[in-house]
């Protein structure tokens, strides 16, 4: 007889009609053939480039570059190295991405709010403006804004003068050089502190308003602690700022600082491109936000400026916020049709003139693309950070 008191011993049993054994069975095959066609391809890869005597390492990264980059953010000339070559690219990328996304998204706003404004003319200007610029292929605006609008400015002879000692000609936009001299560092302090005490004065009268309903004159405060504290410092430092101003010698300016054509084409093509989407988005959150809190604004005595901004635009922004972090991503990507109006970003420097110059084909578009990558996680990660801030479920 079996002892029915004593507990029976546990049997491993190894069945095909288990699902969970079916499913680890199928999964690692899967890995196996995706690893199996993975090494296939590398070492397909590396046969064929030993055969046509491309380059296998990355010992190019420290050789002398060679060529000439007009536009950098960083110290390089014609001795430095392709690695050096790569970082002003990336600068470049960066620098234009970044001042489009600003200006892009101020546009936007602007023509989104203004799309719904009970003004016909402005209502119906904005509706002009979106429908036109997003059905015209960006690459096209951008050879218009290069070609047909900056190239055919005047020479540097017969610049176009403007207020403050800034020219305007087919070679960019000339305007004056600050120059630090000592006590300047005193001057950046202040900055930040004002800067500091205008948000704190910010979060403080937050907290008042919420506690008595009184509001502080946040505007009016922070602009004289942004101006005021700054100009006291710069007085009290003996004037440590300077402004040399460009002057015309032969055939182009010296002196001042200069934003070249290409640049200003891909900033201005980029931000009116993608605002018309960002127009879209914002008009769209907008809408989206129930009448009745517009009318409970209105009811409150709330004029139409402040419950657009107070009421409106925080609860739109739970709407606006996801599909405006894909149209960042699409400004950076798109950013790199640089490449056809000769603005010297990664893919022009790097994808282009060292990729022809070291032959290291898979090593350079490996490299862009992690680029690349890397500066779409980091605008994703930054956006849905910013994101739950505004979430209608915290988590």
């Known amino acids: 007889m079996v002892d029915i008191s004593q507990p029976m011993p546990l049997r491993w049993t190894f069945s095909i009609?288990?699902?969970?054994?079916?499913?680890?069975?199928?999964?690692?095959?899967?890995?196996?053939?995706?690893?199996?066609?993975?090494?296939?391809?590398?070492?397909?890869?590396?046969?064929?480039?030993?055969?046509?005597?491309?380059?296998?390492?990355?010992?190019?990264?420290?050789?002398?570059?060679?060529?000439?980059?007009?536009?950098?953010?960083?110290?390089?000339?014609?001795?430095?190295?392709?690695?050096?070559?790569?970082?002003?690219?990336?600068?470049?990328?960066?620098?234009?991405?970044?001042?489009?996304?600003?200006?892009?998204?101020?546009?936007?706003?602007?023509?989104?709010?203004?799309?719904?404004?009970?003004n016909w003319i402005a209502a119906k200007a904005a509706t002009s403006y979106v429908e036109v610029i997003r059905n015209i292929p960006l690459l096209l605006q951008l050879l218009f804004w290069y070609n047909a609008v900056l190239k055919p400015l005047p020479a540097p002879k017969a610049s176009i003068a403007l207020p403050g000692g800034i020219y305007l000609n087919n070679r960019g936009i000339i305007f004056p050089a600050v120059e630090f001299q000592a006590g300047a560092g005193l001057v950046g302090l202040a900055i930040l502190a004002a800067a500091g005490l205008a948000l704190g004065f910010r979060i403080y009268a937050g907290k008042v308003q919420k506690q008595t309903g009184k509001q502080l004159p946040v505007l009016i405060v922070s602009l004289l602690l942004?101006?005021?504290?700054?100009?006291?410092?710069?007085?009290?430092?003996?004037?440590?700022?300077?402004?040399?101003?460009?002057?015309?010698?032969?055939?182009?300016?010296?002196?001042?600082h200069q934003v070249?054509?290409?640049?200003?084409?891909?900033?201005?093509?980029?931000?009116?491109?993608?605002?018309?989407?960002?127009?879209?988005?914002?008009?769209?959150?907008?809408?989206?936000?129930?009448?009745?809190?517009?009318?409970?604004?209105?009811?409150?005595?709330?004029?139409?400026?402040?419950?657009?901004?107070?009421?409106?635009?925080?609860?739109?922004?739970?709407?606006?916020?996801?599909?405006?972090?894909?149209?960042?991503?699409?400004?950076?990507?798109?950013?790199?049709?640089?490449?056809?109006?000769?603005?010297?970003?990664?893919?022009?420097?790097?994808?282009?003139s060292v990729l022809n110059q070291t032959g290291a084909a898979v090593q350079v578009m490996a490299i862009t693309l992690a680029v690349y990558l890397v500066i779409s996680l980091v605008t994703s990660a930054a956006m849905n950070a910013f994101n739950q801030r505004f979430a209608l479920v915290e988590r």
């Open 17 to 118: 009609y288990d699902k969970k054994v079916r499913g680890f069975v199928y999964q690692a095959a899967l890995a196996i053939s995706l690893t199996i066609i993975a090494v296939g391809i590398a070492t397909q890869t590396v046969s064929n480039m030993r055969q046509r005597g491309i380059p296998l390492t990355f010992d190019f990264w420290s050789q002398t570059a060679g060529f000439q980059i007009n536009q950098t953010l960083i110290p390089y000339d014609t001795l430095s190295t392709y690695g050096q070559a790569f970082w002003v690219g990336v600068a470049n990328t960066l620098l234009v991405s970044a001042a489009g996304i600003v200006a892009a998204t101020l546009i936007g706003f602007l023509v989104g709010i203004s799309r719904l404004s009970n």
């Open 226 to 256: 942004l101006t005021g504290l700054p100009l006291a410092a710069y007085v009290a430092a003996g004037s440590p700022w300077s402004f040399t101003y460009p002057e015309l010698r032969g055939f182009n300016f010296r002196g001042g």
């Open 260 to 352: 070249y054509p290409e640049f200003a084409a891909l900033l201005i093509g980029l931000s009116f491109y993608t605002a018309s989407f960002i127009a879209e988005i914002v008009r769209g959150g907008i809408q989206a936000v129930s009448k009745g809190q517009t009318e409970a604004a209105h009811a409150l005595g709330l004029p139409h400026g402040k419950t657009l901004r107070f009421v409106i635009v925080p609860q739109a922004l739970r709407i606006i916020i996801p599909p405006l972090t894909s149209q960042y991503l699409n400004l950076i990507k798109n950013s790199s049709l640089a490449v056809f109006i000769g603005y010297p970003d990664l893919v022009q420097v790097f994808a282009g």
